[in-house]
């Protein structure tokens, strides 16, 4: 299942990773693997990107921190990964200032769907080929 936050303002986008950080302590995940990738070559070489760097969760504030300290990623502005294998998911805090969701976890896919569906710009959700908006989605649960 793939979902997307929709557009996330500039001044709201780590409040969005806060979220992911506390969704991902909810389900009890320490360890997650992420990596750099595309628009983060400015100060990083080419072989930085989409590496995996392995990290515990508590240490993912702090270290995308200092990554846009550095200037290594802009919020919004560039791709970064950030995986939980164990649990199946992924999520792209993407360069199209808005947030991108993989996984199979239907728990996990359900806690962001209501989140996002209740947004001033609420995220999509990929039917087929085609992205339904999740306020539409969620208005036809049951």
Same mark, same amino acid.
């Given at each position: 299942?793939?979902? #997307?936050?929709?557009?996330?303002?500039?001044?709201?986008?780590?409040?969005?990773?806060?979220?992911?950080?506390?969704?991902?302590?909810?389900?009890?995940?320490?360890? $997650?693997?992420?990596?750099?990738?595309?628009? =983060?070559?400015? +100060? $990083? +070489?080419?072989?930085?990107?989409?590496?995996?760097?392995?990290?515990?969760?508590?240490?993912?504030?702090?270290?995308?921190?200092?990554?846009?300290?550095?200037?290594?990623?802009? $919020?919004?502005?560039? #791709?970064?990964?950030?995986?939980?294998?164990?649990?199946?998911?992924?999520?792209?805090? =993407?360069?199209?200032?808005?947030?991108?969701?993989?996984?199979? #976890?239907?728990?996990?896919?359900? =806690?962001?769907?209501?989140?996002?569906?209740?947004?001033? #710009?609420?995220?999509?959700?990929?039917?087929?080929?085609?992205?339904?908006? $999740?306020?539409?989605? +969620?208005?036809?649960?049951?």
């Amino acid at each position: 299942m793939e979902i #997307n936050s929709g557009y996330i303002e500039p001044n709201q986008f780590w409040q969005e990773v806060q979220e992911v950080v506390a969704l991902f302590h909810r389900f009890q995940i320490d360890d $997650l693997v992420v990596f750099y990738g595309f628009g =983060c070559d400015r +100060e $990083l +070489e080419v072989d930085e990107l989409y590496r995996d760097i392995e990290m515990k969760t508590d240490k993912l504030l702090a270290f995308l921190s200092e990554s846009i300290a550095k200037d290594y990623y802009r $919020l919004g502005e560039d #791709n970064f990964y950030i995986q939980s294998r164990s649990l199946g998911v992924e999520f792209l805090l =993407c360069h199209e200032s808005d947030v991108h969701l993989e996984t199979e #976890n239907v728990d996990v896919a359900g =806690c962001m769907k209501a989140r996002w569906s209740k947004k001033a #710009n609420p995220g999509y959700e990929k039917i087929g080929s085609g992205w339904v908006s $999740l306020q539409k989605t +969620e208005a036809l649960k049951p």
